[in-house]
């Protein structure tokens, strides 16, 4: 007979119980943070990026394409390599990822698609549509989380 079958072990008492699930609730808010963490330091990596990237189109003329387009995508593998190997994904951050990216996409063809044509070189349109770009991908990172919130009204 396995001296390890569940069946032969000892019931925890309350307070081993009560300690075993505080443990489990620290480990599961660990986890959480962390989550967040990283997704906010990637969304707020990208805004700080994206604000360069805008610029680096709208006032570079064809040098500025060719280098702002080959920057980004450096910064582009460096930052989906990165985000793969955080391992962990807290509940709703997925969902803020797609937020953040579905917003900026629409926020920057919009801005190229004006600016390029009619702006080009206006730093009068480009830098506040730099700054603007980074708008959605700020708010996907730093509007409260799910559980934040209900810790702060609670």
């Known amino acids: 007979m396995n001296t390890d079958d569940a069946t032969t072990r000892p019931a925890p008492s309350p307070a081993e119980a009560s300690s075993a699930l505080a443990h489990a609730a620290r480990l599961a808010a660990s986890t959480r ?3 967040w963490r990283w997704v906010r330091l990637y969304l707020t990596g990208w805004a700080a990026a ?3 990237l805008v610029l680096t189109l709208g006032l570079g003329g064809q040098v500025g394409f060719v280098v702002g387009m080959s920057a980004w995508a450096v910064i582009v593998t460096a930052g989906v390599t990165w985000a793969a190997r955080q391992g962990s994904m807290a509940a709703g951050t ?5 937020l953040g990216a579905g917003g900026w996409a629409a926020v920057y063809g919009v801005t ?15 830098l506040p549509a730099a700054l603007l770009s980074t708008a959605p ?14 810790a702060a009204t609670a």
């Open 94 to 98: 997925r969902r803020r990822l797609f």
């Open 33 to 35: 943070t962390r989550g």
């Open 112 to 126: 190229l698609f004006v600016g390029l044509d009619r702006f080009a070189g206006d730093v009068a349109f480009w």
């Open 50 to 52: 994206s604000v360069g």
């Open 137 to 150: 991908l700020l708010l996907a990172a730093w509007l409260p989380a799910p559980r934040e919130a209900a």
